[in-house]
Each structure stands twice: as C-alpha cells, then as structure tokens.
C-alpha cells in the first residue's frame, strides 16, 4: 500500500514567517489540520532536545521557530490541547533544553503545555515477541494522546548513521530504558519500539539539520526545509535519500523489515517537492579512527563503524573538555569481535562494547552495542583519575 512523505522547501528556516508559510504548504499537502487531527483531541508533540545549552540554530535540536508553526498549524484543528512533551537523553534536564531554547517563550506565544515527561508516569509494552527488550516502559501521556505528533530534527548520527523519525521515539522512555537501550543493542531496541509505538503524524524540522559526528558534535545544515508523513520508515528512507544515504545503510530500517513493519521504496510516494529538487549529501558520523599518542595501541578487531565513531568522538569530548590526552596512560584498546588483546602486552585494558564481553570481568571494560560515546569518556575520565559524567557504570549493566 503507498504511503506518502510530504516535502517543503523553503529558503530561510529562521524566519517565522516564511516558516509558517511553509508549514502551512506542507499541511495543505498531507490533509488540513482540521482533517487529519479529530476535533478536541489532546495532542501530544514529541520534539528531539539534545541540550541544555541554546543550541537549535547548531542543527542540534528541535527548533522553536519550526515549534511555533507546527502549534499554530495543529491550533487550526481546534484541539482540546496542545502538548510539548519531551524526556531527554541521559545526563541531561528536560526543563533546562526548554528554557534555553526559546521554547518557554514560544509556549507563551501559542498556548502550548510543556511538559517533562520525567515527571510523568510511563507504562509497560509488550514488544515483538522472540526480540531484545521482551516489554518498554514508555511515557503515559505519549502512549494515551489522542493524537501524538513525532517531531525531530534531522541529523547524521555516529551509532545510527541518521536519526529522523524512528530514532526520536527513544525520548519517550524512562532513564533506565535508555540505559537499557544502549546496553542491549541500540538501533534493534529503537526498531522494536518502533513495532509498537506508532506516531498518528511525524513533522521533521529539517530547517537547521545537522551533518557529521552528530547527534551533538556536527555540522549545522541549513537545509531549509520540511518533511511529513505518517509512517517512520517512509518518513526515515526519504530523509536517508534526501542525505544521500542508502536506506540499506540505516540499521534501524533493515531491522524494520525483520520485524515485519519495513516497506519497500516502491511504496513511498513522494509529494511536493522531490527528492531530487531537495537532496543535498550530508557528511556522515564515520571519520577514520586516527588516534595519534604513541602511549595508546588499538586492536580494531572489525568493529562497526559504530563503535569506532564512539571512540573517536568520545577523545574529542574529552578534548573539548579541556582533557589533554597526552595524560592518559599506556593503554590498549580493544573493540569489534575480533578485537583482542595479545598475552605480552602491558598497560591499562580497555575493552569496548558487547563484542569484547569476554573482557567483562576486567574494570575498565565499557558496555553495549555500541557504547555510548559518554560511556567511553567517562571510562577514559576515570582511568584519568577524574570524575564519572554520567554516574556509575553498574548502571549501565543490566543483564
Ligand atoms: S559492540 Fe560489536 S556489534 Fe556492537 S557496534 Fe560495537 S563492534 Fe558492532
């Protein structure tokens, strides 16, 4: 069955004005408001807030001027609500990405609800049978709005390749769910969520996007433009076409298929603008894996890019942090699963995702599939003799 994704392009995705235009362009092309929300419905927009800091003209998050226009274009449908709900990543604080953001001023402005869903109740779903996470705990408000909207920024990102629709309905769960997440194996765990969890509308600001060593260290893209649909993995493929990224690529998309939600792209019809007038390659999260300090030994035992991309943003952070690397230690790194380290070497080991669990038993070893890139710097901040970031590293382990 064809399912349509919808694409604005525009020319200045901070001018409220013209983004209001657009938005208003891009509902005229997917049914108006009116038609497409049922009348007095409590509607529910999931943004994706990756900071504390104001950061949404960086491509990093959700923009308050592309917020805006969605409100007021939902408004027209005359809802019984208008709620903006977020619970963002680990270490970070829903209500300070609000505040920073212009988001608290745009509430004002519309007569929209924010709300951390951290301070809500979440409640447990089945996912598919026979696959990682058996239930997920996910936001009450999110699982019972009358109409949810899935709103995210679009991004390059270095465990995921791109994060669009699918990847933001992460920010539903709980804190230890995203743990969990990251611990089992994170693109199979967002496509298993995404079995269940199924948004009435996805609206991508692609406005301000982002290329690179997303989610957070990249490039700002002034794409300009929007993207809408109702189905996440048409929504994800036109946008991984748009980056010129193969949809092949995007783990969570095969991972779709498995399941038994995929769709070819055959069944994708675009409407508006096409790919083609729209495409601009974005830079992927996959620079070499160079690590220039004589001290530091990297046994790449085939490891996905994924947990390569972990490392190496994980020097950079610490770097950016004022970390001078020449401080670390002798070390071998060990990641991939065929990464190991050899009987004669000496030095601190640090073994690096779920590949290398036949390290477990060794302090210094870092979960998951692939391990957040905060989890490595924090092993890296402790072997320092610094600081954890992110709290402890049983934490993380859940077996
Ligand atoms: S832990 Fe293994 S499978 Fe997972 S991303 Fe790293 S190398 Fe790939």
């Not at 745009?106 to 058996?134: H, S, V, W």
């Not at 239930?135 to 109409?147: G, I, K, M, Q, Y």
């Not at 085939?302 to 610490?318: K, Q, T």
Request: aromatic share 6%; net charge neutral.
């Amino acid at each position: 069955m064809l399912t349509s994704v919808a694409l604005v392009k525009g020319k200045n995705g901070k001018d409220l004005n013209e983004v209001r235009k657009m938005m208003g362009d891009l509902f005229a092309l997917i049914g108006p408001a009116s038609k497409i929300i049922p009348p007095n419905s409590r509607v529910l927009i999931k943004p994706n807030l990756t900071a504390e800091e104001n950061l949404w003209e960086k491509g990093i998050l959700t923009g308050p001027v592309f917020m805006q226009a969605l409100v007021e274009e939902v408004q027209k449908a005359n809802p019984a609500e208008v709620v903006i709900a977020e619970a963002i990543a680990i270490g970070l604080n829903t209500k300070k990405a609000f505040a920073a953001n212009g988001y608290e001023e745009m509430a004002r402005a519309t007569g929209a609800r924010l709300m951390d869903l951290y301070d809500g109740e979440f409640e447990e779903i089945k996912t598919p049978a026979g696959g990682l996470l058996k239930s997920v705990r996910v936001s009450r408000e999110v699982w019972h709005a009358d109409f949810f909207i899935n709103a995210p920024v679009l991004k390059t990102h270095f465990a995921s390749t791109l994060t669009a629709a699918m990847k933001n309905l992460k920010g539903t769960t709980t804190y230890n769910e995203k743990k969990r997440f990251h611990y089992l194996g994170l693109n199979k765990a967002v496509a298993e969520l995404n079995a269940v969890l199924k948004p009435h509308l996805i609206v991508v600001d692609a406005l301000i996007a982002l290329e690179g060593d997303g989610p957070i260290a990249g490039t700002p893209v002034g794409l300009n433009l929007l993207l809408a649909g109702r189905n996440a993995v048409a929504v994800d493929t036109v946008a991984a076409r748009i980056m010129d990224i193969d949809p092949a690529e995007v783990l969570s998309l095969s991972l779709a298929r498995e399941i038994g939600y995929g769709i070819e792209e055959k069944e994708i019809q675009v409407i508006g603008n096409s790919i083609a007038e729209v495409r601009r390659p974005f830079v992927r999260a996959c620079a070499p894996l160079q690590i220039n300090l004589d001290q530091i030994h990297v046994m790449d035992g085939e490891a996905c890019n994924a947990c390569r991309n972990g490392l190496r943003i994980a020097l950079g952070r610490l770097q950016a942090a004022g970390v001078s690397l020449a401080k670390l230690p002798g070390m071998n790194i060990s990641l991939g699963p065929k990464g190991s380290f050899s009987e004669s070497f000496s030095g601190i080991a640090l073994p690096i995702g779920n590949c290398q669990n036949q390290y477990k038993h060794l302090p210094n070893y870092v979960p998951g599939c692939p391990p957040p890139a905060f989890l490595v710097a924090d092993q890296l901040r402790e072997i320092l003799g610094e600081r954890r970031k992110f709290g402890p590293k049983k934490d993380f382990i859940m077996e």
